[in-house]
């Protein structure tokens, strides 16, 4: 499906000081073809008046269940069938609470209920609250039942707080949705990707392993499943959930991870190396454990096989998805990199002034042979959307 225009987009306003951008995001909704339903609850119509909206959508706004008069216009079960997708912007803890507890005790949360389209929320809220880990309970419930997340972003906050919890902009969140309704935008390609680090052996306590947290690796298993792929999640030790709906081989060493890989490759249509996989690993790992009998050691190391090197070079192999940390002359390094390794597309980041490994947020230039596209610094999530945006618009030209 192509955007969001021509959709019945039921937006759910909730009590947050963010819901002022949603009158934005209306707007920028409906001036994208979407035909645009309010409903607010009561905590919201503090924040901003349901005049507003109406004024904005051309439509009532619906505020309660027991509204007679709306009820005979367009009664709540209707509404819920008129919905392509719900959107929750903002989604306040006390909403998202509710809605993980599957309660109906105000109009909003009843219609989540009632309707079977998809739902995305925007959730908005002090950085303390987001991190709260009854918040992040909820959050892990609703994304379990498919509902999409769309943000947070961190920075500065209404309360003067800084961190996680702001509500995307409403451009990004129509970007977001743009992509959402590409649902199956993978439905029926198997993806295979490698992520996290990899621990290669010294002795049975030691070994040399570095800084990959994993955390876009399994952004894009999240975005690629929810694109309707069936996703295999190769990945080194990290300390992350498995996605919803991903399947995970968990592995330790870069020569487990290539077997893994080689194991599942060739029913493979797209495979991505996000894994920060050790160039080298101890020639000799030690049986037992090192005594500190003398002043100094070395440790002889032999190179480990480039998993997606190899892969690229496979004789009708699927198509590759690389990633490349540089910390000098990102575009140059990159572009020779593309080459080197013959791989489709290279995703590159720079990873000279703490972005990347272990953050939350990243910035990506992506490069293939015709050209590239800088996708701007976000939250690692939606940077794995956006990065599925492009990947998908030239896949499709390749295939
Ligand atoms: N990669 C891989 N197997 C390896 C090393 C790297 O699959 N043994 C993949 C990574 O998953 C990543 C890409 O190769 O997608 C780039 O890795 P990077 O470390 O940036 O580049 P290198 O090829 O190792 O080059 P250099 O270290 O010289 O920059």
Request: some cysteine.
């Amino acid at each position: 499906m192509a955007g969001v225009a021509n959709q019945n987009i039921l937006l759910g306003v909730t009590g947050g000081i963010a819901a002022y951008k949603s009158v934005e995001l209306a707007r920028l909704l409906l001036k994208a073809g979407a035909r645009v339903r309010v409903v607010m609850t009561e905590a919201a119509t503090r924040f901003v008046s349901p005049l507003t909206f109406q004024a904005v959508t051309g439509s009532p706004v619906r505020c309660s269940l027991f509204d007679e008069e709306h009820e005979a216009a367009m009664g709540h079960i209707e509404l819920a069938r008129w919905a392509d997708q719900m959107v929750i912007a903002p989604a306040s803890a006390d909403f998202m609470a509710r809605m993980a507890l599957g309660l109906a005790n105000d109009l909003l949360t009843t219609l989540c209920l009632a309707s079977a389209s998809s739902i995305a929320i925007a959730p908005a809220m002090n950085q303390r609250m987001w991190q709260h880990p009854a918040v992040q309970h909820n959050l892990s419930l609703l994304e379990e039942r498919g509902v999409r997340v769309l943000g947070p972003e961190s920075g500065e906050q209404a309360c003067g707080d800084t961190g996680p919890g702001r509500m995307l902009e409403p451009a990004d969140m129509l970007a977001a949705l743009d992509s959402a309704s590409g649902a199956g935008l993978f439905a029926g390609k198997k993806v295979l990707i490698t992520a996290g680090p990899t621990h290669e052996a010294i002795d049975p306590v030691r070994f040399i392993g570095n800084r990959s947290s994993g955390k876009m690796g399994y952004a894009l298993a999240r975005a690629f499943r929810r694109g309707g792929a069936d996703v295999l999640l190769v990945s080194g030790p990290v300390s992350l959930p498995a996605p919803p709906g991903v399947n995970r081989v968990n592995v330790q060493t870069a020569l487990q991870m290539h077997k893994a890989v080689f194991e599942n490759i060739h029913s493979v249509d797209i495979f991505v190396g996000c894994a920060a996989v050790a160039d080298y690993r101890p020639e000799n790992p030690q049986q037992q454990k090192i005594k500190k009998l003398s002043d100094r050691m070395d440790i002889s190391l032999v190179r480990n096989p480039d998993i997606l090197a190899e892969v690229a070079t496979l004789e009708e192999g699927p198509y590759t998805l690389g990633f490349a940390a540089e910390t000098q002359n990102l575009v140059e390094n990159a572009r020779a990199k593309l080459l080197a390794k013959q791989v489709d597309m290279l995703a590159a980041n720079s990873v000279a002034d703490g972005m990347g490994f272990e953050s939350d947020e990243n910035t990506l230039l992506v490069i293939w042979p015709e050209g590239e596209k800088h996708l701007p610094v976000q939250d690692k999530q939606q940077l794995a959307e956006s990065l599925l945006g492009v990947l998908a618009d030239q896949y499709r030209r390749d295939e």
